[in-house]
């Protein structure tokens, strides 16, 4: 079985700091992970992918994410927050071959101004 | 490219009616997906397809809910009869096989 954690409920963080959400997986043989948004009354937009090769992924919008195999781990990160980046944030995770992803249960960030 | 197309945007249901989703994945993309989002939780997957098969359907309440992708394309998703928990949004999405999956915005359901 596979499965996603993102332990916090919330992540507030000041426009121009940088900002990490964390997410951490379980899975029986290689994971493919993903980071989607959701903006309120819109569905989820994807942000970025792993599923081989370089640890650091960059995708849309300036954020990136860093596999970590031995931490299980696939944390969200961008240098510089903006306001605009508030929303929800979810995790999800495939066991590659399998092409069914899990979600995490989201994140919510906020960026104040 | 077009994206995911669904519809209706909304729909308000009293218990123990009947209701149905549609959905028009992006042209080319073999996978399909339904998934349940309940307020508050991350998406649930319901049913995935492969072209017109059935990949995955395990956590479908098969006595209620029904899917159908007639043609490997556009997809129906059926409650009958419809609960109050049902009372979500359901989201379809498509990929190209295990690429990322790509979201339509989602069919809100209200059962009263």
């Known amino acids: 079985a596979q499965s996603v954690a993102q332990p916090e409920d919330q992540v507030n963080v000041a426009e121009g700091n940088p900002l990490t959400v964390k997410c951490t997986y379980s899975?029986?043989?290689?994971?493919?992970l993903f980071w989607y948004v959701q903006y309120p009354n819109r569905g989820l937009q994807f942000l970025l992918k792993?599923?081989?090769?370089?640890?650091l992924v960059k995708g849309s919008y300036g954020f990136e994410a860093e596999f970590n195999k031995s931490q299980t781990s696939f944390h969200l990160k961008k240098p510089s927050a903006l306001v605009s980046d508030s929303a929800l944030y979810f995790c999800?995770?495939?066991?590659?071959?399998?092409?069914?992803?899990?979600f995490g249960r989201g994140t919510s960030l906020i960026v104040h101004p | 490219e077009a994206g995911v197309a669904q519809s209706p945007r909304y729909k308000i249901i009293e218990k123990r009616q009947s209701v149905a989703f549609w959905c028009n994945p992006i042209?080319?993309?073999?996978?399909l997906y339904w998934y349940q989002q309940i307020l508050g939780q991350g998406p649930k997957l319901l049913i995935q397809?492969?072209?017109?098969?059935?990949?995955?359907d395990s956590q479908l309440p098969k006595d209620r809910f029904s899917a159908e992708r007639l043609k490997g394309v556009d997809s129906t998703l059926k409650i009958q009869p419809a609960k109050l928990e049902d009372s979500a949004v359901y989201l379809c999405?498509?990929?190209?096989?295990?690429?990322?999956?790509?979201f339509g915005q989602g069919t809100r359901l209200t059962v009263v």
């Open positions: 899975v029986s043989g290689n994971p493919y």
């Open positions: 999405a498509s990929s190209r096989g295990q690429g990322a999956a790509f």
């Open positions: 792993y599923i081989t090769g370089d640890n």
């Open positions: 042209s080319g993309h073999a996978t």
């Open positions: 999800a995770v495939s066991l590659g071959g399998s092409y069914i992803p899990t």
């Open positions: 397809f492969q072209n017109n098969g059935v990949v995955d």
